[in-house]
């Protein structure tokens, strides 16, 4: 059982900016794609971005495209999300979730563990 652990939310003004961070039990994450999601009180669970820690590569939802960036710290085996210009609709829960098949990573079910999540507001 691989336990997530995310850290960095908090409360923002729009425009502002906050990073995110999620840090595991196992050793590495080199054997998983690694996702960002959020989900905003009475909305349905949206997908962020992930990284396949192997290579690197990405992928965001339309809706924070340009203004948040996932990367990875294999020393320090932690992902980052790096939200810039928050806005009040990024307002919610943000989970982090680790997937081992490269399937179904724009929805939930393509996950096989999630972090507890970290609350992140973003007032006018």
């Known amino acids: 059982q691989v336990q997530l652990v995310e850290s960095g939310g908090g409360l923002v003004q729009a425009g502002g900016s906050l990073r995110l961070s999620c840090g595991a039990s196992?050793?590495?994450?080199?054997?998983?794609?690694m996702g960002w999601f959020r989900q905003a009180p009475g909305k349905e669970r949206e997908f962020v971005a992930f990284i396949r820690w192997s290579s690197g590569s990405t992928d965001y939802g339309d809706s924070v495209k340009g203004r948040f960036t996932i990367s990875r710290d294999n020393a320090k085996n932690l992902v980052t999300l790096q939200m810039n210009n928050l806005q009040t609709d990024d307002t919610g829960v943000y989970y982090c979730?680790?997937?081992?098949?490269?399937?179904?990573?724009?929805?939930?079910?393509?996950?096989?563990?999630w972090g507890q999540g970290t609350q992140v507001t973003v007032s006018s």
């Open positions: 196992e050793p590495t994450f080199s054997r998983y794609v």
């Open positions: 979730a680790a997937a081992s098949r490269f399937s179904r990573l724009r929805d939930g079910s393509g996950y096989d563990y």
